[in-house]
């Protein structure tokens, strides 16, 4: 049975991973920072799952939770880098510099720490890494700045472990969403209630479909990497450029 470490697993598409995972069959480490989410989890999935709290810009919280892992979930062959948050939607000029670093650090800075802690024993097992990334690393949008930035280094980090991890055997994928329906988008407008709907009458993806295309990956044959994979609900294309004029 191979295990995967999935972050960010209390909402949104890691919840819906780690229902993906543990009923395909595999064990699945879930962090995050609410516990209650985490046992009721832990009560829907049984010994599929266990659960670790804390908040992955908090490395020594972290380290003693991975530490602590109980002896049937140490061997991971996956790691799922899910965690992440958008704050804002105001223009850069008028943003909040504490929202910006608070992005950083956990969409960048947690991710990379988390990814090089874990490393060796992906190495040993020739395992995979899968990054959630976002078609803001593409296409820029007004209110997008930082958010934007820090996915497009997961982008391109996530092609930089390919190098250099080419001849060990591990797989690493950047996954590219667009408008996905979670909390998340809840949150990234400021607003606290699951039940804003953001992109209501717009046929959003869910996370199911993002963890569905994450097993995928995770379940392809051994020799075969999806290096990136951008995502789309059909109601969702590109927009013109934007024009300013004087007026």
């Not at 832990?42 to 602590?68: K, M, N």
């Not at 802690?117 to 190495?123: D, G, H, Q, W």
């Not at 958010?147 to 797989?171: H, P």
Request: charged content about 20%; aromatic content about 6%.
């Amino acid at each position: 049975m191979k295990t995967a470490l999935i972050t960010g697993a209390t909402s949104g598409i890691g919840e819906a991973a780690a229902r993906a995972f543990a009923g395909a069959g595999w064990r699945v480490v879930g962090t995050g920072r609410r516990a209650d989410r985490l046992d009721a989890l832990a009560s829907e999935l049984g010994d599929a799952f266990h659960g670790c709290r804390f908040d992955v810009t908090d490395e020594a919280a972290r380290d003693a939770a991975l530490d602590a892992l109980p002896a049937d979930f140490r061997g991971l062959d996956l790691l799922v880098n899910n965690a992440g948050l958008a704050l804002g939607t105001a223009a850069a000029q008028d943003a909040s510099l504490d929202q910006w670093r608070t992005m950083i650090d956990t969409n960048v800075v947690a991710l990379v720490s988390l990814t090089r802690k874990l490393l060796p024993a992906l190495i040993e097992r020739q395992g995979a890494i899968v990054n959630l990334s976002s078609v803001a690393a593409t296409y820029p949008y007004s209110g997008g700045n930082v958010y934007g930035g820090t996915k497009a280094f997961v982008r391109q980090f996530s092609l930089g472990l390919r190098s250099d991890l080419a001849g060990t055997g591990v797989r690493v994928t950047s996954i590219e969403p667009g408008m996905v329906e979670t909390e998340f988008t809840a949150v990234r407008t400021g607003s606290r209630d699951a039940s804003d709907k953001l992109y209501a009458g717009a046929h959003p993806m869910t996370g199911d479909d993002i963890a569905a295309t994450m097993l995928w990956i995770a379940e392809l044959p051994a020799h075969l990497n999806v290096n990136a994979i951008e995502l789309m609900p059909v109601s969702q294309s590109f927009a013109g450029f934007a024009v300013a004029r004087d007026q």
